[in-house]
Nanobody, 122 residues
């Protein structure tokens, strides 16, 4: 089993930055791809970004392009999502997810964290 724990969410003013962290524990070797998703109230969950096991490839959804950067530190079993120039429409619960199957990006994921709230005020 793999456990994912997100941290780093909070409240920030528009134009500010936050860095989310996703720490994995357990059978981390089974995860070939780690992604970030978000879900705002009343909206469907959307794909933000993903990164392969060794960080050689990254993928971004429309919501993550340009202002967000995904990265990882395998020594810490942690994946990060750096979010800059935040806007009120970025307000959502952000989830980390792990995928053990081939291919990385906007695909189905196998394990999910509990989520961390990001609130951006205008």
């Amino acid at each position: 089993q793999v456990q994912l724990v997100e941290s780093g969410g909070g409240k920030v003013q528009a134009g500010g930055s936050l860095r989310l962290s996703c720490e994995a524990s357990g059978r981390t070797f089974s995860i070939s791809c780690t992604g970030w998703f978000r879900q705002a109230p009343g909206k469907e969950r959307e794909f933000v970004a993903a990164i392969t096991r060794y960080g050689d490839l990254t993928y971004y959804g429309d919501s993550g392009k340009g202002r967000f950067t995904i990265s990882r530190d395998n020594a810490k079993n942690t994946v990060y999502l750096q979010m800059n120039s935040l806007k009120p429409e970025d307000t959502a619960v952000y989830y980390c997810a792990g995928r053990s199957r081939p291919l990385c990006g906007q695909y189905e994921y196998d394990v999910w964290g509990q989520g961390t709230q990001v609130t951006v005020s205008s």
